[in-house]
């Protein structure tokens, strides 16, 4: 098979409202490091061509698939889901998630168009310049990079899974995948930023005799990320783990080069049960007592995990009022469905997931079928979060838009189309 890959900047050389973070009025004051769309285009394939896109973005949803699937149909797009990027991807003109509002940006048809312009470009491209490529794959772990982030006891996911093209023309490129948020930097950072992502590709594309493009795919971060790891929340801190990044990474690649036989996407269509919109009153109540647990937590000179943990249930709190005052104002359905992806490269097979999917829920379909999993693909669906983080009104769980269990469910459907 071959392969064709290229990259195109996206970052905005104007002030724009950054995504990721609950808070109101965050506009970008500059560029620390620029944002890119990353294309992989594989052809060959008895099935066709497959376009990978990478976006160093909180995400998108259908008003940027759509068109995107009007250039490259069979496609899978994934976002990197930096808190450091620029948002209005998200169809919030409609009323659909007018309570991340804070979190994704308002809909900004000129910055979809921007975008979407920059990915054309990237596929023309990735078209224009393939070669037969073979693949090195390997497998590994990395410790003291994330964690879960609702309890530093609880279980994730800290595998690393690598795939290493290298063309006939001696061009390299490197796919890695690990499961965190790039939440190195907090909602105080005005400078655009791909965060660790960002640094992780300066460090391994400077390198002399190096990789010419690194990719990122999140994997199962939902519930895992630098909230107990990070010393400081910086720019340095970011380099600090691209340091760790990289070097995990180069003590994996051990094997032959193989060729690149297989490349093959299938979409499945889930359909999960939505979460029941709360009653006001109630909902209400819960706010005021999240936010009194957090001023007493304050008082008490509480460590800062514990405040971010009960921050972070406020948040949570505060989207299902929104949810609660708004519900009504546009039509939900009781179920929603859901298009989950199945990659195939040679022998691996690769679960391509559409939310925030907690990383307690991928290990159970990992360890049972042997598969990898990417996230925050194409449009994504927010948190998918487990029965523990219900039973303890986490705010991954109150600001999703499913029912207690279905995340459970969800891995059960989907073990089953692997």
Known sequence: MKLGFSRKDITPDFPVPMAGYFVPDRISQGVHDK???????????????LLILQMDLIGLDKICLEKINQIEKNSLICATHTHSGFGGFFDTSHGINRELLPLLGENNPALVEFVVTKCAEAITEAKQNSEETTIRINHGSIDGFGTNRRRVDIPYDNSVFTMEFCRDDQK???????????????????????????AVAGKLEAVPGGYDMVVFINGSAGDVSTRFTRQASSFEECRRYANLAAETIGEMQNGAFLPLEKAELHYHALSLKRAVVPDPD???????????????????????????????????????????????????????????????????????????????????????KQVECFGYVNCVNGYLADIDAWDNLDYEALSGDFLRGEGERYIEMVSALV
């Not at 390299?172 to 960002?198: M, Q, R, W």
């Not at 909902?283 to 972070?312: C, I, M």
């Open 35 to 49: 944002l890119y769309v990353r294309a992989l285009y594989f052809e060959g394939s008895e099935k066709g061509p």
């Open 172 to 198: 390299k490129i490197l796919l890695y995948n690990l499961s965190c948020h790039p939440t190195v930097l907090n909602s105080e950072n005005k400078l655009l930023s791909a965060d660790f992502p960002g």
């Open 282 to 368: 109630n909902a209400r109540d819960h706010l005021q007592k999240a936010k009194q647990d957090l001023e007493k937590l304050k008082n008490q000179n509480a460590g800062t995990s514990a405040v971010r943990k009960a921050f972070s249930i406020v948040e949570g709190a505060h989207i299902n009022l929104i949810k609660a005052e708004s519900a009504g104002s546009y039509e939900t359905s009781s179920e929603k469905t859901i298009e989950t992806g199945i990659l195939k490269i040679n022998d691996v097979t690769i679960v391509c997931s559409p939310f925030e999917l907690f990383s307690s829920l991928a290990l159970i379909l990992k360890k049972k």
